[in-house]
């Protein structure tokens, strides 16, 4: 694989050029127990060394734990690993999986996992261990994809001039979205998960054939990857403003942006003047304004739409916000037309 590109790699996971449409994919869990029900791959018990060390200040990385002794950490950004040729060892948690080439295996944030080590003795001493990955996960706001080699005992990682990023804010929310099926295990989910993994491959090509992609270590402006550019506030706020039909906490905004919960309240306030739930609520209720200004969609399917507990509650909010109930904006807003 050292001679091929990385886009020729890319090129080659398309979902068109690939036998069934797309490769198999097996979604991590944070123990052993979990994924024994998960997959046909084998799994192998791991022993733990050490405990779990948080991680409470700001990482560019996105950490919120380490496993010291363990070669793991657990960040806030899902990853996802194809595996090219040979076979994958590969450690989450408290166990370890065998993938082969043909397959992909997906990350949650959240779930331990392999740190990148260079030496692989502490999985288990194979000298005759051989694999190729191609891995995905978002850094500083762009999708980064690199090259991991196994030969051995020993794990390379592609060079900085190697390494690729991708400026496509879709294909960070397609990863972040599979995570959230992953976490949730709503019905259907492992349906829904392969196809969100489909819609990732069809949106790389699109984004590699608009150029999109640069290799931050042959540009002379490293703004691409500097932690200096990066804004977690203004991306929480984006991030609420598209997804006010959900549940939206503080934890889950803090985990996304990678923050610790602590950090995320005190800039959030700093930086907008606002809590997080009044932040939320302000948008919410300028969205309803809206839908009732422009259409006629009931007050309960409005409510329902961007989040709200129960008509009930968009009523009491927006009496005291607006000092009229929805119903009574509507009608205001249409008596001036």
Same mark, same amino acid.
């Given at each position: 694989?050292?001679?091929?590109?990385?886009?020729?790699?890319?090129?080659?996971?398309?979902?068109?050029?690939?036998?069934?449409?797309?490769?198999?994919?097996?979604?991590?869990?944070?123990?052993l127990q979990q994924m024994k029900r998960e997959t046909h791959f084998p799994v192998f018990p791991r022993k733990l060394n050490g405990p779990r060390k948080a991680v409470r200040s700001f990482t560019f990385g996105g950490?919120?734990?380490?496993?010291?002794?363990?070669?793991?950490?657990?960040?806030?950004?899902?990853?996802?690993?194809?595996?090219?040729?040979?076979? +994958?060892?590969?450690?989450?948690?408290? !166990?370890?999986?065998? *993938? %082969?080439?043909?397959?992909? @295996? =997906?990350?949650?944030?959240?779930?331990?996992?392999?740190?990148?080590?260079?030496?692989?003795?502490?999985?288990?001493?194979?000298?005759?261990?051989?694999?190729?990955?191609?891995?995905?996960s978002e850094h500083c706001g762009s999708m980064q994809i690199w090259l991991n080699y196994d030969r051995g005992n020993h794990h390379y990682r592609s060079s900085n001039n190697e390494i690729l990023m991708v400026h496509?804010?879709?294909?960070?929310?397609?990863?972040?979205?599979?995570?959230?099926? +992953?976490?949730?295990?709503?019905?259907? !989910?492992?349906?829904? *998960? %392969?196809?969100?993994?489909? @819609? =990732?491959?069809?949106?790389?090509?699109?984004?590699?054939q608009e150029k999109k992609a640069v290799q931050p270590g042959r540009l002379t402006n490293k703004e691409i990857s500097s932690a200096d550019n990066y804004e977690p506030i203004p991306r929480a706020q984006q991030y609420?403003?598209?997804?006010?039909?959900?549940?939206?906490?503080?934890?889950?905004?803090?985990?996304?942006?990678?923050?610790?919960?602590?950090?995320?309240?005190?800039?959030?306030?700093?930086?907008?003047?606002?809590?997080?739930?009044?932040?939320?609520?302000?948008?919410?209720?300028?969205?309803?304004?809206?839908?009732?200004?422009?259409?006629?969609?009931?007050?309960?399917?409005?409510?329902?739409?961007?989040?709200?507990?129960?008509?009930?509650?968009?009523?009491?909010?927006?009496?005291?916000?607006?000092?009229?109930?929805?119903?009574?904006?509507?009608?205001?807003?249409?008596?001036?037309?």
């Open positions: 694989m050292a001679n091929r590109s990385i886009f020729a790699i890319l090129n080659e996971l398309s979902p068109a050029v690939l036998p069934g449409g797309t490769l198999p994919l097996v979604v991590a869990k944070p123990r950490l919120s734990a380490k496993w010291p002794n363990d070669e793991l950490i657990e960040a806030h950004a899902p990853m996802l690993m194809f595996v090219l040729a040979g076979v +994958a060892d590969y450690c989450c948690g408290d !166990y370890m999986i065998q *993938i %082969p080439a043909g397959n992909a @295996i =997906f990350i949650p944030a959240g779930v331990p996992r392999r740190t990148g080590a260079a030496s692989l003795e502490d999985i288990e001493d194979n000298p005759q261990r051989f694999c190729d990955n191609i891995l995905f496509d804010t879709p294909l960070i929310r397609i990863l972040e979205g599979m995570g959230e099926e +992953a976490a949730a295990e709503r019905e259907h !989910y492992e349906k829904i *998960i %392969p196809k969100l993994l489909d @819609i =990732f491959l069809w949106t790389l090509q699109r984004a590699l609420i403003r598209e997804h006010l039909d959900e549940q939206l906490t503080q934890d889950k905004i803090a985990r996304l942006v990678r923050l610790s919960r602590t950090q995320f309240i005190r800039r959030f306030r700093e930086e907008t003047g606002q809590t997080f739930n009044k932040f939320v609520t302000a948008c919410r209720l300028e969205q309803a304004k809206v839908l009732l200004q422009e259409t006629d969609f009931t007050i309960h399917f409005i409510g329902k739409s961007l989040g709200f507990k129960s008509p009930a509650y968009l009523n009491t909010l927006f009496q005291k916000n607006m000092g009229m109930l929805p119903t009574e904006f509507r009608a205001s807003k249409r008596d001036q037309k």
